[in-house]
Structures are given as structure tokens and as C-alpha cells.
């Protein structure tokens, strides 16, 4: 999934292209451990939601999965990304644009 994930979206701007998010080397290193660190099916509706830009109903349809589940996963997943990212009790990148992609609402 990640694979095919990441060539569809090669050569797409993403979050790690803008000096405005004030995430250097380092952080986005941390970040990529942080997303390793998920389970598969945590992962993949995250950056199916924040990468790719995917509506939930979207994301239901493309992994075949009804769309509670992919509301389940996406809260899972969330809280679960922000543990791997804490450092003694707080997340570093809270007001990051991370935080924002992660934290998207469902759209209405």
C-alpha cells in the first residue's frame, strides 16, 4: 500500500516542501519512525487522509473497508501517532502542520 502510495504521489508537493512548517531534517525524521511505528492499517488511512487528500468515504472505497471502520481506524491511528511522537508527555509538533493533517475533520 505504501508503495503505491508514495508513486502516485511522487512528484506532488507535500508538508515536508514548505520551509513554513519549521519541521527540519530531524523532525521529519522523527516522523517517518512515528508513521513506521503504526500498525499497517492505522498508517494507511492517515496518509490515504492527509497525504493523498482523500475524503473518508474515498478511503472506505479504495482499501474496500466500510466507512465506521475507516472512522475507527483514523481516531486509532491519531492518538496512537501522537503517543510514538510525545517526548516527556508532550507532542513537539502540536502546532505544526503535521498536527493540522492529522487532525483533519471529516468533511460534511
Not at 517517518?32 to 490515504?48: F, N, P, Q, T
Not at 473518508?56 to 501517532?81: H, K, M, Q
Not at 502546532?95 to 493533517?101: G, M, P
Request: aromatic share 4%; hydrophobic share 35%.
Amino acid at each position: 500500500m505504501l508503495r503505491r502510495l508514495e508513486r502516485d504521489l511522487a512528484g506532488r508537493p507535500s508538508w515536508t516542501d514548505h520551509p513554513e512548517t519549521g519541521l527540519d531534517a530531524k523532525d521529519i525524521e522523527r516522523i517517518h519512525r512515528a508513521l513506521a511505528g503504526l500498525d499497517e492499517k492505522y498508517r494507511d488511512v492517515l496518509l490515504l487522509l492527509s497525504g493523498a487528500e482523500l475524503t473518508y468515504e474515498e478511503i472506505a472505497r479504495a482499501l474496500g473497508i466500510p466507512l465506521g471502520t475507516v472512522r475507527s481506524r483514523i481516531a486509532r491511528g491519531r492518538a496512537r501517532l501522537r503517543e510514538l511522537l510525545e517526548v516527556d508527555g508532550k507532542n513537539p509538533f502540536e502546532l505544526s502542520e503535521l498536527e493540522h493533517c492529522a487532525t483533519k475533520e471529516e468533511p460534511t
